[in-house]
């Protein structure tokens, strides 16, 4: 399973992610902590700053395309490291001027991310030879991001205080940094195709890209319970206070401890999934999608914190499985020349109703019941895995030749 780790570039990759992720979830955590502070109405607009860059992740993906994505993911670490550090340096001499500045700072981290991630998943395939270490990598991947994000949570409630503004800002910037020290380390992209040279992103990119997924017959039919799971989604993950103390009764080191809780989940499926690669992509992700529905189900009737912490924790663990093994399948059957564009498109069209999200969980919690929203999670999720079981594209066959950059 570790083999993938034996190709530098990767090993870099996964290095740089690792220490950025760590230090945007101390920011993450930190500085909500320290918004909410200030007012709670404060965490409305830090919802929205977050979700708004993502509508931008298809041209994100376009410029992966036509670009190269290890030069659009050296400079965009670049650009935000070193945005975020003049922010904690402003912090530090402007102290008033805190919050705007972590919210400003929460701005330019998701931005980058809208552009980071596309051109991340299109690359992988590249950094690895074979269809086993593909899967492999994907799970290590994500699972080392998540094991980061995990500790990152773990500890960013009482990182605002040992460490202020200023030091969650700075701590934060010098993670990109470093990042794109590693992502400098990667080979350079190949040239598009019928191309010697990089060229710029043209409308008619964008255009070819969308006509590309629209094609693909599975595409826009999983889009649908995924704008639906990733709007409710960010609103439960939000919520999750609200839930703990009205519907489990529970105080803030409880909720400190299930948010853990969900990052290990995805840090064990993420790296368990290249045990399944040898299934077919339906069985695991239309499995994993069950476990996953019916999961949070339970968490959402539940008045139990035991039963709550087994639900979340099957399923995190569900989720991790499955978007790893929904990933490695696309970057297998979509060609290297539009990957960009595909993953781009569809975090875009996933992430489009985020804003909203907190403000439905936040009315659903107060007018229903506590855990209204992760019914509205599990749903689509039962959704998306009949969905799983029944595309043919979800029936390729793990031993057929994928597709090569």
Known sequence: MLRPLRSAPFAYLVAGQSLSQLGDTLL??????????????????????????????????????????????????????????????????????????????????????????????????????????????????????????????????????????????AFDGLTFLGSAVCVGRLPADAPPPGSSNRRRLAWSDLKAGFDYSRSVGWFFKIVPPAVLINLALSGALLTLPILVQRGLHQGAATYGVLLAIWSAGQFVGSTSAAVMRSKPPRVVCGTAAIVQGLSLLALALTGSIWIAAVALGVASTANGISNVSRTTLMQRLVPSEFRGRVFGLQSTLVSMANPFGPLLATALALSVFPGAIWLLVAAPTLWLAILYWTLPGFRFSPDAPGVRA
């Open 28 to 169: 993450f955590v930190g500085g909500l902590w320290f918004l909410q502070s200030v007012s709670p109405w404060l965490l409305g607009v830090a919802g929205i700053v977050i979700a708004i860059p993502s509508f931008v992740s298809y041209l994100g993906g376009g410029l992966a395309d036509s670009l190269g994505a290890r030069d659009l993911m050296r400079w965009t670490e670049v650009a935000r490291g070193i945005i975020i550090v003049a922010a904690g340096v402003t912090a530090l001499m402007v102290p008033a001027a805190a919050a705007v500045l972590i919210l400003l700072a929460l701005a330019v981290s998701a931005f980058g991310d809208s552009l980071f991630v596309p051109a991340q998943i299109s690359l992988v395939p590249r950094l690895l030879k074979g269809d086993e270490d593909l899967n492999s990598g994907n799970g290590i991947l994500s699972g080392l991001t998540r094991l980061a994000d995990m500790v990152g949570r773990l500890v960013g409630g009482l990182s605002s205080l040992a460490f202020g503004v200023f030091g969650l800002l």
